[in-house]
């Protein structure tokens, strides 16, 4: 056995210098291609070189704890571990990465006074070793799944403690890490981190099938079901609120998150709701603000009366379509829909998104069938309540699950009501667990 698991580690070493040289000569292509991304808009126009490994920030003196997460839901998630570490370590320097310019537009705002916010670096040798020498962290805080082997093996080769918080993998990316020649890189760095935190007992098997060392694998519970408020001005709220004195008289449900293509299922049930519900409003929030000027646009072109969320237009008596072309406002627009559909989840090679911020507004919750990781927590919820999601199979099953919503009052409050108690009693001390476990386990070792 341990000759096994010295020969796996030499392989993986050989693959992370193949790995690393690779970047090296990759460097310049991924130079062009960010500020390709920049051109876009899909990169910060002023602070891209962050994502080169150049700092924006000094760097103040002190013990330095860095969280990282590649988007907006896993940036989100991150808030309230980060809150009870500045309660319970105020001593602690915060640092908080993300990769998208999505995430940095709304994460930024939810984050406590004195959190230094940076774009993480990608993840070539030059960059990462720019930042991690610049930055000097003492213990970095993975998210999810982003197991990039600069950042890792980088990482440990400073002596810096690693931690996967929430750690998931998808059946994507298992089968690829699975894979005889990738097996043993995977290995060789989960090998670097002192502590994994799944966010299912699933997912734990799955790291330990990819020999991630056991006794550092600890389920503590999905961070995603700890929601928090915040990040929006009195300014926004109030138009928040607006929109709810809008939609006062009106039957009311939201599409959330959607990705190009389910538009059109959306659209279809949209009409044949209509039907028997003249007086029915379907607010579309696309994942991506473009993607709802766009579907606007094209509903615009057929003379259809559509309101876009960005222009600041009333919902009129002849306008029952509302497209949101903003971002941030996703929780608080929970609040003012009975109905959430949580996209994302309607076509093939999607994985669903977060169901727990609707089911915490008190939302009546529906999602599609493709729901990836996000199955253990749909599971999760109907096992304590089976009212609390309804998963639909297509535009057909889906358009009657409306139907029957809207027809009866109280079966939609039973349905409301499921969601927001098992959304609570599903978060009810995850974040203390988890903080536990990291203090137990990291923290107090690593800062003392």
């Not at 341990?2 to 292509?29: E, I, W």
């Not at 519970?221 to 008289?249: H, T, Y």
């Not at 057929?302 to 406002?329: F, H, K, M, P, W």
Request: with cysteine.
């Amino acid at each position: 056995m341990k000759r096994r698991m010295a020969a796996t580690a030499t392989k993986g070493k050989l693959l992370y210098k193949v790995y690393r040289a690779f970047s090296y000569g990759l460097s310049p292509l991924l130079y062009l291609h960010l500020r390709w991304r920049v051109l876009r808009g899909l990169e910060h126009p002023l602070r891209w070189p962050e994502r080169l490994g150049s700092p924006s920030h000094p760097r103040p003196p002190g013990p330095l704890l860095w969280f990282h997460a590649v988007s907006l839901g896993e940036g989100l998630a991150t808030v309230p571990i980060i809150k009870q570490c500045i309660q319970r370590r105020p001593d602690l320097i915060i640092l908080m990465t993300t990769t998208t310019y999505s995430a940095f537009q709304v994460v930024k705002n939810c984050l406590p006074t004195g959190v230094i916010y940076q774009f993480a670096p990608l993840d070539t040798a030059a960059a990462m070793d720019n930042f991690i020498s610049y930055w000097k962290p003492k213990v970095i805080m993975i998210m999810e799944s982003e197991l990039w082997p600069n950042l890792i093996l980088g990482a440990s080769q400073h002596g810096i403690t690693m931690v996967l918080l929430n750690a998931r993998m998808s059946p994507r990316s298992f089968k690829r890490w699975s894979a005889p020649v990738l097996l043993p890189l995977i290995s060789f760095m989960l090998s670097k981190f002192s502590l994994i935190l799944p966010l299912s007992n699933l997912q734990a098997i799955q790291f330990q099938l990819l020999q991630a060392p056991p006794l550092i694998i600890s389920f503590a519970g999905d961070l995603k079901f700890a929601v928090e408020d915040g990040g929006m001005s009195e300014e926004e709220i109030k138009k928040v609120e607006n929109l709810r004195a809008q939609l006062a008289e009106r039957q009311v449900w939201m599409a959330s998150s959607i990705h190009r293509g389910e538009e059109e299922v959306i659209l279809e049930v949209h009409h044949m709701l209509l039907q028997a519900h003249p007086n029915l409003v379907t607010i579309i929030v696309p994942r991506h603000p473009q993607h709802g000027k766009e579907i606007a646009q094209a509903m615009q072109k057929e003379g259809q009366n559509v309101v876009l969320r960005s222009q600041g237009g009333n919902i009129t008596s002849g306008a029952n379509i509302y497209v949101v072309d903003t971002l941030g406002e996703l929780r608080y627009l929970y609040g003012i829909t009975p109905i959430a559909v949580v996209g994302g989840s309607f076509l093939p090679g999607l994985a669903g998104h977060n169901i727990s911020e609707a089911a915490a507004a008190g939302c009546a919750v529906l999602t599609g069938p493709h729901i990836g990781h996000f199955s253990s927590m749909v599971v999760k919820m109907q096992q304590f309540n089976r009212m609390s999601v309804l998963q639909v199979h297509g535009k057909l099953d889906l358009e009657e699950a409306l139907r029957n919503l809207f027809k009866d009052d109280k079966i939609l409050e039973a349905h409301r009501m499921a969601a927001k108690q098992a959304q609570q009693a599903l978060a009810s001390g995850i974040v203390v667990g988890i903080w536990n476990s990291l203090n137990s386990n990291v923290l107090r070792s690593a800062f003392g």
